[in-house]
């Protein structure tokens, strides 16, 4: 497949998810909360084997990894490159096999340093406590994405997503997919996925956001945007207009924003135009974990531009991806597949 090339391409930060039932115990020898997330400290390093002896879920985490796999989940095989840095260890190796799994084909950049970035998940009832060391995420480099055999499938793929926790690891890597997408006119898109991003990564985020065909983010995010550029809203359908209107590199197409709002409609902005959608719509008692929601969506989403969809469907496959994955166990999607069917 590689000769042909992969339509779409996210770059980010991967991370193993290790996810397993704890309990008061648990939580208390690793000094956890019940319903937290932290980076980890020293005194968290054996958590992580500590989950495996559990019987734990391994499922290939970081934001676009997520996507990325909800991306292949509704597209044809050999849809979804991914790319970013793991550890030279058994969980870069686990991460590339689940991915695999998934019909995901990976690109890893392999750190010799650096351990691969886990997330160790301590579920007790309907709390989750997340634990998290970055460790070799942090660690890529340019250098990978423009080595001959690598770019030439960037070169192949029509379609980038980039998620903005890579905001934090190699900007330049993120810049030369922009640039390449711009030139070409090919669609960049950029995931906000946290409000510390343009909280305290203004700077970077400005850098990247006037190559953006698609922003999207959910309404957290949105409105951390507009307090950090003092634009004096926190009126979600002003600020994706404002996003959207924002000066854009590629003028062939206007930009489009979309902004997620948990149960509420999600917000489309493109060109001076707004609509909103209403979610579909799920009984409290089928609601498992909605970690990763926001992940499914864009990853529903992407899948809907990769196969060429009118912007109503997109928004619909990302839905109905989100509304299938909280139903399951961490980001994850229901095995044997489903269909997609428009609501």
Known sequence: MAAQGYPLLCLENPLLDIQARGDAALLEKYE??????????????????????????????????????????????????YIGCVGKDKYGEILKKTCEEAGVHTEYRVDDVQPTGKCGVIITGHDRSMCTHLAAANEYKLEHLKQPHIWSLVEK??????????????????????????????????????PFIPQFFKDQLDTVLPYTDYTCCNETEARAYSASHEWGTEDVVEIAKKLAALPKKNTQR???????????????????EVKQFPVH???????NDTNGAGDAFAGGFCAGLVQGKPLEDCVDMGQWLASKSIQELGPSYPYPKQAYTRS
Do not use: W
């Open 281 to 287: 719509k799920l009984p409290k008692e089928a609601i």
């Open 157 to 194: 793929a029509q379609f980038y997503y980039v998620g903005g926790f890579h905001l934090t690891v190699c900007v330049p890597a993120i810049l030369a997919l922009a640039e390449e997408a711009a030139t070409k006119n090919k669609v960049f898109m950029l995931n906000l996925s946290a």
């Open 32 to 81: 956890l909360k019940a319903n937290d997330a932290i980076l980890a400290e020293e005194k968290h390093m054996g958590l992580y084997e500590e989950l495996m002896s559990r019987d734990a879920k391994l499922i290939p985490g970081g934001a676009a990894q997520n996507t990325a796999r909800g991306a292949q989940y509704l597209l044809p095989d050999n849809s979804v490159l």
């Open 254 to 272: 206007p930009r489009t924003v979309i902004i997620t709002q948990g149960l509420e409609p999600t917000v489309v902005a493109f060109g001076a």
